[in-house]
């Protein structure tokens, strides 16, 4: 079966755990065919980003010239974009119909601290998103005042999604420069995140991972979306599927020494393959999902290799449930 194409657009990252690279590697881990279109190239590190060279805007439009003709996708996602000119661009192609089923990660400012992108050029493509994913920080620049804890998470993403793009999520991930928890962790009772579905809010609860392997967490969150929309997800599926996903990444890189400072994820599961695939009771858990409306279930549809309703025996992460202890509480502390 000739797998569905899903664009990123994004900035390239040397280190590979964020931007192009990590979106490409979480596309070729869900089955679906990455292209991409590369919006500036970053010098950078798991400790910084040392230099960033922007791309012209002409040459972000060849570039979304070129596979709308030959190689048009079914989902797309940005992130860094850089300057205005290029989020111009990028704007006019979504305008002209290149760029369906569109996540905007409006990236700001790396963990590590540099500028990748500006409010005003990220404001330009959020009207042509169905969905965004901004961290808490970014959703606080958009909003020109602070988004504390869930319950500002959740009005954050609904006042985002006013007039906006049709879903929010805003992420509460976000970790300080020692690689603790500011905005999850034991604070929030987990790593929670706020849906806007367009008529409720929903949160979304998963365990902390307490790590310092964060380096691409949002961009790998938001490539997730796209390719399960790709696959056929309605957006809450998708949602649920690539916080899932994220999660089970965190834990399979929370041990790793890639890098000093922040890490990658396991984007194709191989601490899990390489621990025999060992399920735990709670490979058949579904995310957690609480909140004002409640509701809970596993991301629908399958993996690649398909024949089943949740990540756990599909393909993303080799066919084998999820680390032990993985899903056993929706609060707590998953490891100590
Ligand atoms: N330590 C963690 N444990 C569990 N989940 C996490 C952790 N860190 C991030 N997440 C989850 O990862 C997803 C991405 O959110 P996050 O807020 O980290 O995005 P971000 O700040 O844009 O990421 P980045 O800037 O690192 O690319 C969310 O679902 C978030 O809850
Ligand atoms: C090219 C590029 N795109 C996005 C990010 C954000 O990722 P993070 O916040 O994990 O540094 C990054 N550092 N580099």
Redesign the pocket.
């Known amino acids: 079966m000739t797998p569905p194409v899903v664009l990123t657009v994004?900035?390239?990252?040397s280190g590979a755990?964020?931007?192009?690279q990590a979106d490409l590697k979480v596309f070729a881990a869900l089955g679906v065919y990455g292209t991409s279109v590369i919006t500036?190239v970053?010098a950078?590190n798991t400790h910084q980003?040392r230099a960033v060279f922007p791309v012209a805007a002409a040459m972000v439009t060849e570039q979304l010239t070129a596979l709308a003709g030959d190689l048009p996708p079914v989902a797309v996602k940005t992130?860094?974009l850089g300057d205005a000119a290029v989020a111009a661009a990028v704007a006019a192609a979504a305008r002209a119909g290149l760029l369906p089923n569109l996540v905007v990660d409006p990236?700001l400012v790396?963990?590590?601290g540099a500028r990748?992108g500006v409010v005003d050029a990220i404001e330009r493509l959020l009207p042509y998103a169905l969905v965004a994913t901004p961290n808490r920080a970014e959703a606080a620049a958009i909003l020109g005042r602070p988004v504390a804890g869930p319950d500002e998470m959740a009005e954050a993403a609904r006042q985002l999604g006013t007039g906006g793009p049709r879903y929010v999520v805003v992420t509460g991930g976000d970790v300080d420069d020692s690689g603790l928890a500011t905005g999850g962790g034991e604070a929030f009772g987990g790593a929670v995140d706020a849906l806007w579905t367009g008529t409720e809010v929903r949160l979304l609860r998963r365990p902390w991972v307490p790590t310092r392997n964060?380096?691409?967490?949002?961009?790998s969150f938001s490539a997730a979306i796209a390719a399960r929309l790709a696959l056929g997800d309605q957006v809450p599926d998708a949602v649920a599927f690539a916080k899932e996903y994220v999660t089970r990444a965190l834990l399979g890189a929370r041990t790793w020494s890639l890098g000093s400072g922040?890490g990658p994820l396991d984007h194709f599961g191989w601490s899990d393959a390489a621990a025999g695939g060992s399920s735990s009771p709670g490979a058949t858990d579904s995310p957690s999902e609480s909140g004002p409306t409640g509701g809970s279930g596993p991301p629908s549809g399958s993996g690649p290799s398909g024949g089943s309703d949740s990540p756990s025996g599909s393909g993303p992460l080799g066919g084998s449930g999820p680390p032990s202890g993985f899903g056993s509480s929706s609060t707590g502390r998953l490891l100590s």
């Open positions: 994004a900035g390239s990252d755990g964020a931007g192009i500036a970053t950078q980003v992130g860094m990236v790396s963990t590590s990748l964060t380096h691409g967490t949002g961009c922040h």
